[in-house]
Each structure stands twice: as C-alpha cells, then as structure tokens.
C-alpha cells in the first residue's frame, strides 16, 4: 500500500490487512523498534520533532491516519511505503531530500521503496555515511581476555587451567590477561557487510566514492585478520545480543543497527528467526526537512541539532531553560534566526509564532524566518512578513520593527522526471538563499 504522511485514509481504501494495521498501528516507534526497523534520527526518543505520541500511524474502524513519518515499513509479505504530502503523484521530493541530506544516489540505485530489493538499495548507499561518522572516534575496542600458558606471568593466574595443564610442574604458570582488542564482535560485523557490499555489482562503488571511506574500510580490514565468512550468522546474533551502549561510542550504535539490516534483508537463515518482526527505513518528516534546508543555507546559518545535544543555548542564566533553534545566522552584525517547518502555511500558528519570537528577543534578532514546503499546483505562496505589536488598547507595529517573515520553497511538482525536478529545485534553494541571507558588509 502506498500513502503520504499526515494523510487519512478511509477503510474503503486501505489494501493492507487487519493483522497489518494490528501490528502497527496505535503503537509507539519505539515498541516497534527492532533490529530491522531503522530509524531516523537513531535515537528517536530524543526528537521533539515527532507527533507526540510517536506513531506510524493511527487506526480506528472507519480510517487510518499517518503521521510525520516518512519511508517504508513492513511485517512479513506486506509493505506501507509512505511519501511525502509535498509531492504529487511521484516521490521526488522525498527521494530529493535523502539524496541531498544523506549522500544517496537517487538515480544510479533507482530506488524503489515499496520493493524488498529497493528497499536494500536505500540502506547500502547509507554505509559509507555511517562508517565514517563513527571511525572519527577511532575503532571500536573491547577488553577481550586471552588465556597464557608460559613462564611470562602477567596477568591473573587460572588455578583451575594451571592444575589441569601443569600436572607435574614443569615451570609453565596458567594465567589470563585482559587487553584491549580491535578483533571484536562490532569491526567483525563491519567486516561482514564490506564483503556483502563488495559482491553487489550494482551498488560496490559506494565503498570507493571518496577517500575517507576507502581509508576507513582499509583500517577494519586490517584490524579484522581473523575474520571467517563462514561465521556470519554467529556474529550477526552477537551483535543483536550485544548491541553497543557506551556513549563515547554513540555512533556505532546507529552502524551496528545499519549493517545488522544489510546483512539480515537477504540472508534465508534469519526469515524464520524474523518473521514476527516489524521492519523498514522511516524517517521524521521534520527532522529530515530541517537537515535539508541546512544544506541550502549551512554556510550562513548556525545549526543546533538537540538529537545530538550540539550547539546547546539557554534562555536564562544558571543554565535554565535549554533551547535549540533551527538556525542562528552566522552574520553578528545582523543577527537572525530561522525556524524549518514541514508543514503547510496555513498550519503555522499560536506556538510557532511564540517559540521563534522567544529566539528572536533571545538572540536579538530583529528578523526570523519559517522556511515551510508548499506544492506548485496548490497555491502560490508569496513571502509574507508580519510585525511584532506594540501596547494594548490602540496596539501599533512595534518601533524599531520586529519582523517574521514565512517564507516557502516551491515543490515543483510538474517536473518531467527526476532529472527536471532537481534542476528546479536547484533554483528554488538559490531563491531561497537570496531571500534570507543578508551579505556581510566589508570592513
């Protein structure tokens, strides 16, 4: 079944079954969370960005409603591939937004979601992404313990192992050694899923791409000597058992998760062992929007991300009140802030105008901008700036003027094929960026 985020469906229309909307629906992504649904930001339960409740999607007897959630989910034969609502009959939008945010190839993959085999095509191109942001923290190591028999005691001595093979004492000492080792569960499984991209003809270039990531693959295979492509099962189940917790290495958590899927999508032995598990790629609408206006206006803007607690500012002294907007322009001069919002216009209202007023007076910025999504064919949204009021009975625009402008990025949605689409909205982001980027004048 296919359908858009924030869309109602009524039960007339819906192709998937009842035992479908009973494993998904009305559930938290987290209680659906397995090794094979993989999500975006990793750690969802940090995200402000989703609805509140969190879900998939909202099921009663007479319709289903999704949320905020983007991508493909599935549970056993069936699959919901969800799109975007700011596109028209195609996924461009969406897809244009993966490519831009996370490095994907739209074309050469020819991603189809809604297909198992597109489905693995979308998580091969993630790999490269993923093995760099967590090589920046060195290799993962474990403490490994390594048994001794020799003269060389340095370590704690094995009674049990000593009496058992030094009967009668020939001057030998049993004893273990506990070392940090490189030769760990994680590089192994790291190991596993280069070697199964390496045999995909089709999508092998994503390892050789750049030279960050052929540095990167060099190091694990030569830290992963005593890698056995015949214990790939073993090592994909510890991994599952032993899933990476230690902060410092946060980002082999979302890695070990990558490549447990990659290696599980197309190996028989797991189908029986997975069959009851809910699996799939989804994406928060919001937070892949915002990483995608990031990229347009990056350069210029400040980006605090709370899903990594990076770029942390208060409202008050003493550490009180933790916010993290959008965007802080770069410029001192002329400080503005920026709010991304992926829903329509005429949905921004009450509580967005109030957060972003607050960043403003914080940050004393005397303009603000909501960058919002809008289709083509539906409307055609102009830039529309409001100014702050000032008093009360005979209420006057506020002198010098505070201003919020919203300001759109048109979807072309009558784009000939993917190629056409990205060439406009190549245009629009160049739109955009001139519209709420002031130069910073010479000194």
């Not at 009496?163 to 030769?183: C, D, H, I, M, W």
């Not at 909501?370 to 539906?378: D, S």
Request: hydrophobic fraction near 35%; aromatic fraction near 12%.
């Amino acid at each position: 079944m296919k359908t858009k985020d924030n869309t109602m469906t009524t039960s007339a229309d819906v192709s998937i079954s009842k035992a479908f909307i009973d494993k998904i629906a009305n559930k938290d992504i987290e209680e659906l969370e397995t090794s094979n649904l993989f999500l975006f930001p990793p750690k969802v339960s940090e995200s402000d960005d989703l609805d509140a409740s969190r879900f998939v999607m909202m099921a009663n007897t007479d319709d289903i409603r999704t949320t905020n959630v983007m991508g493909v989910i599935g549970y056993k034969n069936e699959r919901l591939f969800i799109g975007s609502r700011f596109d028209s009959e195609n996924d461009y939008f969406f897809y244009y937004m993966l490519k831009k945010v996370l490095n994907m190839n739209v074309i050469d993959t020819e991603v189809n979601m809604q297909a198992q085999n597109g489905f693995l095509e979308l998580l091969i191109p993630l790999f490269p992404k993923f093995l760099n942001n967590a090589m920046k923290k060195g290799l993962y190591k474990e403490y490994k313990v390594h048994h001794h028999n020799d003269t060389n005691i340095k370590g704690a001595i094995d009674f049990k192992r000593h009496l058992k093979k030094n009967t009668p004492f020939l001057g030998k000492v049993a004893y273990n050694t506990r070392e940090f080792s490189y030769e760990n569960h994680m590089i192994h499984l790291i190991r596993y899923t280069i070697e199964f991209i390496k045999r995909r003809r089709d999508l092998r270039k994503v390892l050789y791409m750049n030279d960050t990531t052929k540095e990167n693959i060099r190091v694990i295979e030569e830290n992963s000597l005593q890698f056995d492509s015949e214990h790939m099962s073993k090592i994909i189940h510890q991994n599952i058992r032993k899933p990476i917790r230690h902060g410092y290495f946060f980002e082999y958590q979302a890695l070990q998760r990558l490549c447990i899927a990659i290696l599980r999508i197309q190996s028989s032995h797991f189908r029986k062992h997975s069959n009851n598990e809910v699996y799939g790629i989804l994406f928060d609408g919001a937070w892949l929007f915002e990483e995608y206006v990031n990229t347009i206006i990056g350069d210029q803007f400040l980006h605090p991300q709370n899903t990594k607690g990076l770029g942390r500012h208060y409202l008050f002294n003493a550490g009180n009140g933790l916010i993290y907007p959008d965007f802080i322009s770069r410029n001192e001069m002329q400080p503005r802030v920026a709010d991304a919002k992926y829903k329509p216009n005429r949905n921004i209202h009450g509580r967005d105008y109030l957060q972003l007023v607050a960043y403003m007076y914080r940050f004393e910025a005397a303009e603000g901008y909501f960058i919002y999504p809008f289709q083509e064919t539906l409307n055609n949204n102009e830039d529309k700036t409001l100014s702050l009021l000032s008093g009360i009975e005979k209420a006057s625009i506020r002198e010098p003027r505070i201003n919020i402008i919203k300001s759109g990025i048109r979807i072309p949605s009558q784009a000939r094929d993917f190629k056409n689409f990205e060439e406009n909205m190549m245009e629009e982001e160049v739109k955009l960026r001139n519209r709420i980027i002031t130069p910073i004048p010479s000194i």
